[in-house]
């Protein structure tokens, strides 16, 4: 069996430094790389008890998640967001704990977790209020795609995509242009609306209400009914943009359905660039999030609150950039 001195012989590093290496302590990054390279040439895998009571730590990390949709982990936001930060904790030997979505985000759940004895929480995409807030639990916890006003979220910019979208549909003719939201007691969809508003007006265009339509959580069957309510108007728009992929493919399949055509008669645009985006016909334009690295990035705030824990009520954010992917549902009018 490979112990630490094993590591401590084939790095050519102390006992003490590789300690503090597999614990994710203050190292040089030079001599973290090397020891973990012996880690990773030697197979070693750390003694988890012996290490709990070396460390005074669970090397668990909770993930609360909720969606509305029943899709759980196979949710394409959810499911390469965790990726990136299952990526990253891996690396400090952290397991995820997931609990289950039908908990819900309850002090139950938290409590659930402590009894747990997990080191940290991320949050992943809870709607409305979060009773950790609440419930006075003292933990290191991050939030993903979460309104702002918590102490470290991690967040597209969803506002920065909505102009993306909607200046490229301006660049290519379009003024008439409609909006299928995301439900409006969600982070992204509030500031994705947000967005589309201010570009609008930054265009000089109207932001006319009948253009506006609720798609509710994303989902196919919400874009479907919002698209059917956009075709049954006497002036139809150009171009539709919608808050989030499921809704924008929905909308492409109703408009073909009515006998018109997509992007010769109404241009289409999502949100978020899930894998089912560039298969569809026509392949679909749209915002790109760094699903993964929006996961990285929630994982390093949450070790370094974890390792700091006099610091882990700081408020701490961070926007990660979108970018616009250009496929051929989208066409310039003559």
Known sequence: MVTIYDIAKHSGYSIATVSKALN???????????????????????NSSARTLATNKSWMIGIVFDENLGFGL???????????????????????????????LQQETYKHLLHRGVDGIAVIQSFGDDELRKSNISIPSVYIDRPTNEPGSVYSDNRSGSRLAVNHLVENGHTKIAHIMGDQTTYAGIERAAGFKDAMKAHGLDVRKDYLVDGGYYSQAGGREAMIRLLALDDKPTAVYAAGDEMAIAAIRVIKESGLRVPEDISVIGFDDIKLAQHIDPPLTTVRQDKELIGQQAAIMLLEKINNKEDMDKDVKKMVPVSLVKRQSVQRLA
């Open 24 to 46: 994710n302590k203050n190292v040089s990054e030079k001599a973290r790389l090397k020891i973990m390279d012996a880690v990773d040439e030697l197979h070693y895998t750390p």
């Open 74 to 104: 196979a949710h394409p936001f959810f499911s390469q967001v965790i990726e990136g930060f299952k990526k990253h904790v891996e690396l400090y030997n952290y397991d995820l704990l997931f609990v289950s979505r039908h908990m819900g």
